[in-house]
């Protein structure tokens, strides 16, 4: 029970800080009328770093997809064979049974 409420605790608390940053940047909204003091704000400074950080790195290394062959037998074979015996295991209980014969 202690182990549960440890990691519930964790994340709202990392669900509570993503939510901060977010909401952070409705900060910029405040600064409308006072254009000197928007310059020095560490607030602003910080979420237009983080809006600005990439998810995903620019460079990324480009894959190339082979086409896979596929080879299809071309043989049909003549007969089947299929071992019996009177003892059926719990995986074949419910299998198809073997085709009939030609």
């Known amino acids: 029970m202690n182990n549960r409420r440890l990691k ?5 608390f990392l669900l509570g800080l993503f939510l901060i ?5 409705l900060h910029v909204l405040g600064h409308a009328d006072d254009k000197e003091h928007i310059v020095h704000c560490l607030i ?4 237009i770093a983080h809006n600005l950080t990439p998810a995903l790195t620019p460079d990324l290394e480009v894959y190339t997809i082979k086409p896979l062959e596929i080879i299809a037998q071309k043989e049909i074979l ?3 064979s299929f071992v019996i015996s009177n ?5 074949q209980l419910f299998s198809r049974p073997p085709p009939a014969g030609v």
């Not at 519930?8 to 709202?12: G, K, N, R």
């Not at 602003?44 to 979420?47: E, G, I, P, T």
């Not at 003892?87 to 995986?91: A, E, P, Q």
């Open 44 to 47: 602003c400074d910080q979420v």
């Open 87 to 91: 003892v059926i295991s719990t995986d």
């Open 78 to 80: 003549p007969s089947y």
């Open 8 to 12: 519930y605790s964790i994340t709202y």
């Open 21 to 25: 940053t977010k909401l952070t940047s």
